[in-house]
């Protein structure tokens, strides 16, 4: 069973760039698609961007509008985000989450980690 654990999170003046990291525990990591979903207070869980296992494919959420990127270095058993042009609208916790039976935008992944907070300030 994979467990996630997530980093890179903070406060960041809007504009600013953050990457988000997160680290796989178990075997295997690259058998498993992997996505980023955020939640802003009092919002539901909505969609990032998600990768395949082995990092070929990716695909993101409209509302990122290409600000953000997502990859993976399975060697390290490790995902990134990297987040640029933040807006105050970014402001969210940010959840890692895998699964090796889907791959998408869905909430269908079967394991998350714990998230990391964002904070962007206009």
């Known amino acids: 069973q994979v467990q996630l654990v997530e980093s890179g999170g903070g406060l960041v003046q809007a504009g600013g760039s953050l990457r988000l990291s997160c680290v796989a525990s178990?075997?295997?990591?690259?058998?498993?698609?992997m996505a980023w979903f955020r939640q802003a207070p009092g919002k539901e869980r909505e969609s990032v961007a998600a990768?395949?296992?082995?990092?070929?494919?990716?695909v993101y959420a409209d509302s990122i509008e290409g600000r953000f990127s997502i990859s993976r270095d399975n060697a390290k058993n490790t995902g990134y985000l990297q987040m640029n042009s933040l807006k105050p609208e970014d402001t969210a916790v940010y959840f890692c989450?895998?699964?090796?039976?889907?791959?998408?935008?869905?909430?269908?992944?079967?394991?998350w980690g714990q998230g990391t907070q964002v904070t962007v300030s206009s």
């Open positions: 178990g075997r295997s990591f690259g058998r498993y698609a």
């Open positions: 990768i395949t296992g082995g990092g070929g494919t990716t």
């Open positions: 989450a895998t699964s090796n039976r889907y791959f998408g935008l869905a909430t269908l992944y079967n394991t």
